[in-house]
T-cell receptor
Framework: AQKVTQAQTEISVVEKEDVTLDCVYETRDTTYYLFWYKQPPSGELVFLIRRKSFDEQNEISGRYSWNFQKSTSSFNFTITASQVVDSAVYFCALSEAEDNAGNMLTFGGGTRLMVIP | DAGVIQSPRHEVTEMGQEVTLRCKPISGHDYLFWYRQTMMRGLELLIYFNNNVPIDDSGMPEDRFSAKMPNASFSTLKIQPSEPRDSAVYFC??????????????FGDGTRLSIL
């Protein structure tokens, strides 16, 4: 069974600080996909990134970066120089790539990030 | 490009009434998903369709819930009769390929449902 754990339920940082959101996952599959979604106060879910299990390269997109480590089953998300607009709930999700199971997105409980001006 | 469109954005109704939530997926997407988000249970997949056919409805909480997809551009999630515990945000999402084949799901803005 697949499982995603986001141990940090809530984080507060002061603007311009760096912050890392943790995500730990469990799966028995060798092929799987990991995702991050952002849910701002307006409520919509915004896709941020997708990473395949075979691709352990870290990725950077502007102030966002992701650190994927299979050895620790983690897919952490770092925001550099945080801004008030980064305040949102961030969800990590996992999809196993086997037939119908490949369509099941299992979400973590989310981390609420508050960036204080 | 238009994203996933859900209606209504908010719905408030009394217990026992029938509720119908609507979703228009992104054009060309042949996978459609319905999720429910609550404080207690987080984001849960209720049901998903492929090419208008329901594939997995194991997440549908009980017989009061039903979902249909009469064509590629429209789906409904119906609750009859509604109960206060059905209060939640309901999201519709679509994707162009199976999620496990490297395509993300794109979500609508959600319908915030309140059952009094």
């Amino acid at each position: 069974a697949q499982k995603v754990t986001q141990a940090q339920t809530e984080i507060s940082v002061v603007e311009k600080e760096d912050v890392t959101l943790d995500c730990v996952y469990e799966t028995r599959d060798t092929t799987y996909y990991l995702f991050w979604y952002k849910q701002p106060p307006s409520g919509e879910l915004v896709f941020l990134i997708r990473r395949k299990s075979f691709d352990e390269q870290n990725e950077i997109s502007g102030r966002y970066s992701w650190n994927f480590q299979k050895s620790t089953s983690s897919f952490n998300f770092t925001i550099t120089a945080s801004q008030v607009v980064d305040s949102a709930v961030y969800f990590c999700a996992l999809s196993e790539a086997e037939d119908n199971a490949g369509n099941m997105l299992t979400f973590g409980g989310g981390t609420r990030l508050m960036v204080i001006p | 490009d238009a994203g996933v469109i859900q209606s209504p954005r908010h719905e408030v109704t009394e217990m026992g009434q029938e509720v119908t939530l609507r979703c228009k997926p992104i054009s060309g997407h042949d996978y459609l998903f319905w999720y429910r988000q609550t404080m207690m249970r987080g984001l849960e997949l209720l049901i998903y369709f492929n090419n208008n056919v329901p594939i997995d409805d194991s997440g549908m909480p009980e017989d009061r819930f039903s979902a249909k997809m009469p064509n590629a551009s429209f789906s409904t999630l119906k609750i009859q009769p509604s109960e206060p515990r059905d209060s939640a945000v309901y999201f519709c999402a679509s994707s162009s390929q199976p999620t496990g084949h490297n395509q993300p799901q794109h979500f609508g803005d959600g319908t915030r449902l309140s059952i009094l």
